[in-house]
C-alpha cells in the first residue's frame, strides 16, 4: 500500500499539487491520468523520492518514506524517455542496480537472464542502447527496474515517446507483466484510453487536484463531474443533460414523436469509421451535438443527411448539475 | 561549369597555399634544420643535461596541471550545468578570463601576487619558492589551461541531462556512485578533448611561464624556455630547432595516445 496525504507542492507561482491524499493498494496497477500540468508526473515523482514536496507524506509499505532518499524507497522508476545507460550494454544497464548492491556474480548472472527473458531481448544482450529501438529501450529500462526487485513500480509517461502501434503492444505486454509479477504499479499517463485499457484504478488529477478515483468502469459510466466525463470519453449535450454519444439511441421523426423526453433534431453530416459512424445533429433550438451509432443502426434507419429524427438517451447526466457550475467556475 | 571548376580550383589552391606558407613550411624548416646533420646530431642535441632536465620539467608540470584541471574543470562545469546560486553568471565569465588575457600579463599578476611584497609573497618566509620555482610555473599553466576541461565538458553535461542520473539513484547508486558509474562514463569524450588540449597547452606555454621562472638551463627551463634560451642567449640556433622538434614531437604523441585511447574505449 502506498498512501500520499496531503501532499503539496509548487513551483514557483505554480501549484503542481494541492492538498492531494491518495491510497494505492498494494498489487494494484494504478494510473495516474489527467492533462499535462495536472501534476500527475510531480505526484510519481514524489513518491520516488525524486522531487521533495513542500507539505504532506508518503507512505510506503506501512513506512514513511517522506523524508528517506530514493536509494532507500525500495522503488524501480521508468522514464518516459528511458534514461538508459548510453555507455552500457542491455546486459549491463540491467545488472547496474544488482552490481550497485553487490550481489554475487553468479546470482547477477542469473537474475538478468531470468529479466532478458522475460522483456524478450536475450539476442540483444550486449548491443548497447542506441543500436535499439524505441520499444526495445523501454523493455530494457523495465528490466533495469525490476531487476532490484522493487516493492512499488513507477513508470513516468512510459510509452509517450513511442508510435501508436508499438504502444498498444507494449500496453498490452506491461499488463501481462503485471498479472505475472503482481509488484504494485503506478503509471503516469495523459492518455485516457491507455488509462482504461492497461489500470485497476484510475486517479485522474486536474490543475493539482484529485478529481476522482476509482475502477475504470467508475470513472467511465459514473463520473463525479463533466471535467471527469469530458477526459474519459467524448460527451454530447442532449437537451440539457450530459450522455455519452453512444448512448444516444435515433429514431425517425414520422413515427417517433411519441418518444418520452425525445429531443427533435436534424441530421447535418454523416461520418463514417469503419465500424463506427458519428452523426452530427443539430436541435430545434439551434444547438449541436453528436451521437454515434454502429453502421447497421444507421443501415436500418436508412439515415441521410437533412432527415429530421428524434434523439434519447436512457441514461441522464451521472452527477449532479451543481457540481457542474462549480467545476467550470474553477 | 568550366567556371565553376576553376573557382572551386583557386579556392583549393588558396587554402593549400595558406597552409603551406603558414604551418607546413615552417614544421618542414624545423624539421629539415633539425635533421639535416642526420639524427645523430639531433639525439646529441636533445641529450644534453639541460635539454633533459627541460624536457622532465615540461612533463612534471604537465603531470601536476592535467589531474588538477580535470578533477577543478569537472567540478566547475558541474555547477556551471547544474548549479543554481547566485554569482553564476559571473563564474561563467571568469572561466573565459584566461582565454582573453595575454599570458604576459597573467605572469606579472602571478608576480604581484605571489612575489616579495605581494598578498600572498609571505608563503617564501615559509620556505615555500612560488615565484621563480615550479609552484609559479605551474600556477601560471593551469591558469592558462583552466578553460580547456570546463568547456568541453560542459556541453556534454547539458545534452545528457540528468535523467540517467536520476535512474541510477532509483536503483541505489549513491551521489558518488551515479558520478563514476554514468555521468563520468557520458562525459569522457568531451573530458579526453580537454585533456588533450590541456595538455598540448601547458608543453607550449611560454609567455606566462617566462615571468615566473628563474630561467637557469638544467634548473628551471622548461621546452620552450629552453628553445628560447638557446636561440636567444646562447645563439646555439641547431639547438634551438632540435628541442622545438622534440616539443612538436611530444605534441603529436599526446594527440595520437589520446586518440588511440578513445578509439579503444568505444570499440569496447
Given at each position: 500500500?502506498?498512501?500520499?496525504?496531503?501532499?503539496?507542492?509548487?513551483?514557483?507561482?505554480?501549484?503542481?499539487?494541492?492538498?492531494?491524499?491518495?491510497?494505492?493498494?498494494?498489487?494494484?496497477?494504478?494510473?495516474?491520468?489527467?492533462?499535462?500540468?495536472?501534476?500527475?508526473?510531480?505526484?510519481?515523482?514524489?513518491?520516488?523520492?525524486?522531487?521533495?514536496?513542500?507539505?504532506?507524506?508518503?507512505?510506503?509499505?506501512?513506512?514513511?518514506?517522506?523524508?528517506?532518499?530514493?536509494?532507500?524507497?525500495?522503488?524501480?522508476?521508468?522514464?518516459?524517455?528511458?534514461?538508459?545507460?548510453?555507455?552500457?550494454?542491455?546486459?549491463?544497464?540491467?545488472?547496474?542496480?544488482?552490481?550497485?548492491?553487490?550481489?554475487?556474480?553468479?546470482?547477477?548472472?542469473?537474475?538478468?537472464?531470468?529479466?532478458?527473458?522475460?522483456?524478450?531481448?536475450?539476442?540483444?544482450?550486449?548491443?548497447?542502447?542506441?543500436?535499439?529501438?524505441?520499444?526495445?529501450?523501454?523493455?530494457?529500462?523495465?528490466?533495469?527496474?525490476?531487476?532490484?526487485?522493487?516493492?512499488?513500480?513507477?513508470?513516468?509517461?512510459?510509452?509517450?515517446?513511442?508510435?501508436?502501434?508499438?504502444?498498444?503492444?507494449?500496453?498490452?505486454?506491461?499488463?501481462?507483466?503485471?498479472?505475472?509479477?503482481?509488484?504494485?504499479?503506478?503509471?503516469?499517463?495523459?492518455?485516457?484510453?491507455?488509462?482504461?485499457?492497461?489500470?485497476?484504478?484510475?486517479?485522474?488529477?486536474?490543475?493539482?487536484?484529485?478529481?476522482?478515483?476509482?475502477?475504470?468502469?467508475?470513472?467511465?459510466?459514473?463520473?463525479?463531474?463533466?471535467?471527469?466525463?469530458?477526459?474519459?470519453?467524448?460527451?454530447?449535450?442532449?437537451?440539457?443533460?450530459?450522455?455519452?454519444?453512444?448512448?444516444?439511441?435515433?429514431?425517425?421523426?414520422?413515427?417517433?414523436?411519441?418518444?418520452?423526453?425525445?429531443?427533435?433534431?436534424?441530421?447535418?453530416?454523416?461520418?463514417?469509421?469503419?465500424?463506427?459512424?458519428?452523426?452530427?445533429?443539430?436541435?430545434?433550438?439551434?444547438?449541436?451535438?453528436?451521437?454515434?451509432?454502429?453502421?447497421?443502426?444507421?443501415?436500418?434507419?436508412?439515415?441521410?443527411?437533412?432527415?429530421?429524427?428524434?434523439?434519447?438517451?436512457?441514461?441522464?447526466?451521472?452527477?449532479?448539475?451543481?457540481?457542474?457550475?462549480?467545476?467550470?467556475?474553477? | 561549369?568550366?567556371?565553376?571548376?576553376?573557382?572551386?580550383?583557386?579556392?583549393?589552391?588558396?587554402?593549400?597555399?595558406?597552409?603551406?606558407?603558414?604551418?607546413?613550411?615552417?614544421?618542414?624548416?624545423?624539421?629539415?634544420?633539425?635533421?639535416?646533420?642526420?639524427?645523430?646530431?639531433?639525439?646529441?642535441?636533445?641529450?644534453?643535461?639541460?635539454?633533459?632536465?627541460?624536457?622532465?620539467?615540461?612533463?612534471?608540470?604537465?603531470?601536476?596541471?592535467?589531474?588538477?584541471?580535470?578533477?577543478?574543470?569537472?567540478?566547475?562545469?558541474?555547477?556551471?550545468?547544474?548549479?543554481?546560486?547566485?554569482?553564476?553568471?559571473?563564474?561563467?565569465?571568469?572561466?573565459?578570463?584566461?582565454?582573453?588575457?595575454?599570458?604576459?600579463?597573467?605572469?606579472?599578476?602571478?608576480?604581484?601576487?605571489?612575489?616579495?611584497?605581494?598578498?600572498?609573497?609571505?608563503?617564501?618566509?615559509?620556505?615555500?619558492?612560488?615565484?621563480?620555482?615550479?609552484?609559479?610555473?605551474?600556477?601560471?599553466?593551469?591558469?592558462?589551461?583552466?578553460?580547456?576541461?570546463?568547456?568541453?565538458?560542459?556541453?556534454?553535461?547539458?545534452?545528457?541531462?540528468?535523467?540517467?542520473?536520476?535512474?541510477?539513484?532509483?536503483?541505489?547508486?549513491?551521489?558518488?556512485?551515479?558520478?563514476?558509474?554514468?555521468?563520468?562514463?557520458?562525459?569522457?569524450?568531451?573530458?579526453?578533448?580537454?585533456?588533450?588540449?590541456?595538455?598540448?597547452?601547458?608543453?607550449?606555454?611560454?609567455?606566462?611561464?617566462?615571468?615566473?621562472?628563474?630561467?637557469?638551463?638544467?634548473?628551471?627551463?622548461?621546452?620552450?624556455?629552453?628553445?628560447?634560451?638557446?636561440?636567444?642567449?646562447?645563439?646555439?640556433?641547431?639547438?634551438?630547432?632540435?628541442?622545438?622538434?622534440?616539443?612538436?614531437?611530444?605534441?603529436?604523441?599526446?594527440?595520437?595516445?589520446?586518440?588511440?585511447?578513445?578509439?579503444?574505449r568505444s570499440t569496447r
Amino acid at each position: 500500500m502506498i498512501t500520499i496525504a496531503h501532499a503539496s507542492k509548487a513551483f514557483g507561482d505554480f501549484l503542481a499539487l494541492h492538498d492531494v491524499s491518495l491510497d494505492i493498494p498494494t498489487g494494484s496497477l494504478t494510473a495516474l491520468l489527467g492533462p499535462s500540468g495536472s501534476g500527475k508526473s510531480t505526484l510519481l515523482r514524489a513518491i520516488a523520492g525524486l522531487d521533495d514536496l513542500d507539505g504532506g507524506t508518503v507512505t510506503i509499505g506501512g513506512a514513511d518514506v517522506t523524508q528517506v532518499v530514493p536509494q532507500k524507497r525500495g522503488i524501480g522508476f521508468v522514464f518516459q524517455h528511458y534514461a538508459a545507460f548510453k555507455h552500457m550494454t542491455v546486459r549491463d544497464n540491467i545488472a547496474f542496480g544488482l552490481s550497485i548492491r553487490r550481489r554475487p556474480k553468479a546470482e547477477i548472472r542469473r537474475r538478468v537472464d531470468e529479466l532478458l527473458e522475460v522483456v524478450g531481448l536475450e539476442v540483444f544482450q550486449n548491443r548497447y542502447p542506441a543500436q535499439l529501438s524505441g520499444g526495445q529501450r523501454q523493455r530494457m529500462a523495465l528490466a533495469r527496474a525490476l531487476a532490484v526487485d522493487p516493492q512499488v513500480l513507477l513508470l513516468d509517461e512510459p510509452f509517450g515517446a513511442l508510435d501508436a502501434k508499438v504502444r498498444a503492444d507494449l500496453r498490452r505486454w506491461l499488463r501481462r507483466l503485471h498479472d505475472e509479477v503482481h509488484v504494485t504499479t503506478v503509471l503516469v499517463t495523459h492518455d485516457q484510453e491507455e488509462a482504461l485499457d492497461i489500470a485497476d484504478r484510475i486517479a485522474l488529477l486536474h490543475k493539482g487536484r484529485i478529481e476522482q478515483v476509482g475502477t475504470p468502469d467508475d470513472l467511465y459510466d459514473r463520473p463525479a463531474n463533466e471535467f471527469v466525463m469530458s477526459f474519459l470519453g467524448s460527451v454530447s449535450r442532449l437537451g440539457g443533460r450530459l450522455v455519452r454519444p453512444h448512448d444516444i439511441v435515433l429514431e425517425r421523426a414520422a413515427g417517433g414523436s411519441a418518444v418520452d423526453g425525445g429531443i427533435r433534431a436534424t441530421v447535418r453530416r454523416i461520418v463514417r469509421l469503419g465500424f463506427e459512424v458519428r452523426v452530427e445533429l443539430q436541435d430545434d433550438d439551434g444547438a449541436e451535438f453528436t451521437a454515434q451509432l454502429t453502421r447497421g443502426d444507421v443501415e436500418a434507419l436508412a439515415l441521410r443527411e437533412g432527415d429530421a429524427v428524434v434523439a434519447s438517451s436512457a441514461r441522464g447526466t451521472p452527477f449532479e448539475e451543481p457540481s457542474l457550475a462549480v467545476t467550470v467556475a474553477s | 561549369m568550366r567556371l565553376r571548376t576553376g573557382a572551386r580550383l583557386t579556392a583549393r589552391t588558396v587554402a593549400l597555399a595558406y597552409l603551406t606558407v603558414l604551418v607546413i613550411l615552417p614544421v618542414a624548416v624545423i624539421l629539415w634544420r633539425s635533421f639535416g646533420e642526420g639524427i645523430g646530431g639531433f639525439l646529441a642535441s636533445v641529450t644534453t643535461p639541460a635539454a633533459i632536465s627541460a624536457f622532465n620539467l615540461s612533463l612534471l608540470i604537465v603531470a601536476i596541471v592535467v589531474p588538477l584541471n580535470v578533477v577543478f574543470g569537472v567540478t566547475v562545469a558541474l555547477a556551471l550545468v547544474r548549479g543554481r546560486f547566485p554569482g553564476r553568471g559571473a563564474l561563467q565569465a571568469v572561466v573565459d578570463l584566461p582565454f582573453a588575457v595575454s599570458p604576459i600579463v597573467v605572469g606579472v599578476a602571478l608576480i604581484l601576487l605571489w612575489g616579495v611584497g605581494g598578498w600572498f609573497g609571505g608563503v617564501e618566509a615559509l620556505g615555500v619558492k612560488v615565484i621563480f620555482g615550479l609552484p609559479g610555473m605551474v600556477l601560471a599553466t593551469i591558469f592558462v589551461t583552466m578553460p580547456f576541461v570546463v568547456r568541453e565538458v560542459e556541453p556534454v553535461l547539458h545534452e545528457i541531462g540528468q535523467e540517467q542520473e536520476q535512474a541510477a539513484a532509483t536503483l541505489g547508486a549513491s551521489s558518488w556512485q551515479a558520478f563514476w558509474r554514468v555521468t563520468l562514463p557520458a562525459i569522457r569524450w568531451g573530458l579526453t578533448y580537454g585533456v588533450v588540449l590541456t595538455v598540448a597547452r601547458s608543453l607550449g606555454e611560454f609567455g606566462a611561464v617566462i615571468m615566473v621562472s628563474s630561467g637557469f638551463p638544467g634548473v628551471s627551463e622548461t621546452l620552450t624556455l629552453l628553445v628560447h634560451g638557446r636561440y636567444l642567449d646562447d645563439h646555439n640556433t641547431f639547438g634551438a630547432y632540435c628541442a622545438a622538434t622534440l616539443l612538436m614531437a611530444m605534441a603529436v604523441v599526446a594527440l595520437v595516445l589520446m586518440t588511440l585511447l578513445d578509439r579503444k574505449r568505444s570499440t569496447r
